[in-house]
């Protein structure tokens, strides 16, 4: 293992897929010269040249709909929206043209296409850059969507993204990239939907999503600590989503707690909910509750911005309200 | 006046009995003295009498069932006689003896059953979770009887709250051979999913959910194929729980001798035509045992407590193989019986052993153990001390060997039948120079055995 930050962990699996095909190409904003806005492309346009690293105009729907048009070609673009609340200017590309182009040229086409993108509050980003909108795109029938935790997590999970031969919505959260983590140094990847339990316990399980999984780890470890033994499942991807995981860890416990941090109101926590009801229902000892960003524009102030998402004392305060 | 007949204590570690057979109906007549019933306890099957004159007016429980010991299971009295006073007494009776658990013999009885389990109103109106509704129907209880505090959500009852409740009150419902093998093996009956009567929980279900966790054991062994999984159950654990205890408490320390039984050899075949009773060479070796702890009598002890306590009396257990453990009967007061005495009582007690005969009061009580294990030919061994007795002696085969001894042209080598002795004693009572003493008078009676005689 080595000790690296989330960044460089993106970094390297996009440097790896580079050097094994020369069909991965880079694109987007400041991809380029100078290395991501996150700093998360740093180096690779003076190793593999310009034209497999591409700096684009600010114009998103128009480079998504390249990197579209570039993977009918047989490349296998990945392109970087600067922040993911910029998918509303690509909507069209992302849900009409990307999602859906497979399936209606019968299969003659195929989009191997990645779109990164930073999620998340926390920053001061304020409310149109500090969105968490998972739910617009697993709402598309079409596209893959993952949502990594740790930087190990980030790279085992973006190279199967970009050997995946559907586009896939790939949503890195942003407070993360400057922390450090442990990542094996061979090569591996992570499969996409197989979720992963992280901290296992009797007493509650919880489905978490990007880094709000180590929170609720830390919640879990703190819980421990009053015999409240908590399950923690990273669900790594939320289409595919591992049921089963979750199913079988919800027959155990009896209780389940959503934690993904995307708006509450029409959100993935409440399908997640509702399509593994009929699996669990006999098996709940509580009514499945979830925890997520209220139903606000983000704002600006870091005390308000603080109070409306989820972290590890909501979440443990979460899990005491429901066990009592 | 009726009589109530109750399941019998036969021996102080006897806490329950399975009544294995009926010997009489309920209308039959019975007397004193005659058999009236089978019971089977954790070791042995015994042939009960009845305790009265008159007719059998009820049995309480059913041929198979367990229950504790001084429970009612029925009733003798005249023809006709009315006995509902009886009846309610053996009734309370019953149900103080197994936790309350009285459906059983409500149902003997023919007792209407006041509360109908899970009354589908009760169930409306308190406020269960999914699971919890699943738990109360899965196992028939009878929650509007139960005052289970609710914890969960909204004050609601979880299935949790009902578990703990029922491990609190010991509400489970489980036969007493179920509970007790619950115990043992550490199984939670909360856990386990009755199939008896009103969703009892029987042994058969603690076996099953025992065979469930060694089952997840094994699987986790790779690379090994499993051909079969016994419970580690019953006798052989008992077996087990002892004897590890025996080794990792008491400092076990060994003494072998050899004993030349040509003398031994020939007064047995003399002793044949004197005696009607057959004498083996384990009755002489018993015999002698006995006659060196009377010498030795600190070999006939144990450790009790802070407490170094020698015995009086000797009673000698004889390890006796059965087809799936081992058990150890005793001739009690052996100090004071003959050889023939010894011989006649020995061979009684290892035939009742073997056919699962043995009360509980003729397999305890031992001071001093002789286990021979000659008759299937083994050369040498060692014994682990029976608890809490203070020694054990190993007995092996007589085997044809040269030895060399002193003649009249000074040494020479002949053959003699020899066999070898292993004696272990607990250090913490008996130290070498003892053990040395004891065994060589062992051995000296053994080689002069017209002492064993006299």
Redesign the interface.
């Known amino acids: 293992m080595k000790e690296i930050t989330y960044a460089d962990a993106i970094c390297e699996a996009l440097d790896e897929e580079m050097a094994k095909d020369e069909n991965v190409i880079l694109l987007g904003e400041d991809v380029g010269i100078i290395g991501g806005n996150f700093k998360t492309s740093v180096g690779l346009r003076d190793k593999y040249g310009e034209w497999r690293v591409k700096d684009t105009p600010i114009s998103e729907n128009s480079f998504v709909g390249i990197g579209i048009g570039c993977a009918f070609t047989g490349l296998r673009p990945v392109v970087e929206l600067m922040f993911a609340d910029f998918l509303a200017i690509s909507m069209d590309q992302v849900a009409n043209q990307a999602a859906k182009l497979r399936y209606m040229s019968g299969g003659q086409v195929k989009v191997p296409l990645t779109i990164r993108m930073p999620i998340g509050g926390g920053r001061s980003s304020a409310a149109q850059h500090s969105q968490s909108l998972q739910a617009w795109v697993a709402h598309i029938p079409g596209l893959k969507v993952v949502l990594p935790s740790t930087a190990a997590e980030a790279k085992g999970l973006l190279k199967t993204a970009i050997a995946d031969d559907n586009p896939v919505i790939f949503m890195e959260h942003k407070m993360e990239y400057n922390k450090k983590y442990l990542v094996p140094k061979e090569e591996y990847t992570i499969p996409f939907g197989q979720a992963n339990i992280v901290h296992e316990g009797e007493d509650l399980t919880i489905a978490a999503t990007s880094n709000l999984v180590i929170k609720s780890k830390e919640a879990a470890q703190e819980l421990d600590k009053e015999g409240i033994k908590v399950e923690v499942i990273d669900l790594r991807t939320l289409v595919p989503l591992d049921k089963e995981t979750i199913i079988n860890s919800v027959k155990k416990t009896?209780r389940l707690l959503i934690v993904d941090e995307g708006y509450l109101n029409f959100g993935i926590s409440g399908e997640i909910a509702l399509s593994i009801m009929n699996d669990v229902?006999?098996?709940?000892?509580?009514?499945i509750m979830r925890l997520g960003t209220a139903s606000v524009p983000l704002p600006f102030s870091p005390a308000l911005e603080f109070s409306v998402i989820p972290d590890t004392k909501k979440i443990y305060g979460k899990v005491k309200e429901?066990v009592? | 006046m009726a009589e109530t007949v109750i399941m019998p204590k036969l021996g102080f570690n006897m806490s329950e009995g399975k009544l294995v057979r009926w010997h009489k109906e309920v209308g039959d007549s019975i007397k004193m003295g005659e058999i009236f019933f089978e019971i089977e306890t954790d070791k042995t099957t015994m042939e009960i009498e009845s305790t009265a004159d008159g007719t059998v007016l009820k049995l309480l429980v059913e041929e198979g069932d367990s229950v504790p010991v001084t429970s009612p299971i029925a009733v003798i009295g005249e023809k006709g006689e009315d006995i509902v006073d009886l009846m309610v007494d053996a009734e309370g009776k019953f149900e103080r003896l197994n936790d309350k658990d009285g459906d059983m013999l409500v149902g003997v009885l023919g007792k209407q059953n006041s509360s109908k389990p899970e009354s589908s109103s009760a169930l409306n109106n308190s406020k269960l979770?999914?699971?919890?509704?699943?738990l109360v129907a899965d196992k028939k209880l009878d929650i509007s009887k139960m005052k289970v505090e609710g914890?969960?959500?909204d004050g609601g009852i979880?299935?949790?709250d009902i578990l703990r409740y029922m491990r609190e009150h010991k509400e489970v419902k489980a036969t007493p051979v179920a509970k007790k093998l619950a115990e043992i093996e550490e199984i939670d009956l909360c856990e386990v999913t009755g199939s008896g009567f009103n969703s009892k929980i029987m042994k058969v279900d603690v076996e099953k959910k025992i065979e469930e966790k060694n089952q997840i054991v094994i699987e986790s062994l790779d690379s090994k194929e499993v051909q079969e999984v016994i419970p580690y159950t019953g006798m052989r654990k008992i077996i087990g729980d002892r004897l590890s205890r025996s080794k990792f408490t008491a400092p076990h320390l060994y003494f072998i001798t050899f004993v030349d039984v040509s003398k031994l050899l020939k007064l047995k075949e003399e002793t044949r035509e004197l005696v009607s009773t057959k004498i083996s060479i384990n009755d002489f070796i018993v015999t002698g045992v006995v006659q060196a702890l009377k010498k030795y009598p600190q070999v006939n002890s144990t450790l009790n407590g802070d407490q170094i306590v020698i015995y009086k009396n000797i009673n000698m257990g004889i390890a006796v193989a059965l087809e799936n453990g081992v058990i150890v009967p005793v001739v009690k007061d052996a100090d004071k019986k003959k050889l023939s005495e010894i011989a006649q009582e020995m061979r009684e007690l290892v035939e009742r052993a073997r056919n699962n005969k043995l009360t509980p009061d003729e397999y305890s009580g031992g001071t001093f153990t002789v286990s021979n294990l000659g008759m299937f030919g083994i050369e040498n061994f060692t014994a682990i001390i029976n608890p809490p007795e203070a020694a054990i002696l190993a007995v092996s085969a007589i085997k044809k060997t040269p030895v060399v001894i002193s003649g009249e042209e000074g040494d020479e080598i002949v053959i003699r039948p020899i066999m070898k002795l292993t004696l272990s004693v607990d250090h913490r009572l008996i130290d070498g120079v003892l053990a040395t003493k004891f065994i060589n008078k062992v051995k000296e009676l053994l080689e002069n055995p017209m002492k064993i005689l006299v």
């Open positions: 009896g229902f006999y098996y709940l000892d509580a009514p429901i009592g | 979770t999914p699971r919890a509704r699943k914890t969960g959500f979880t299935a949790r």
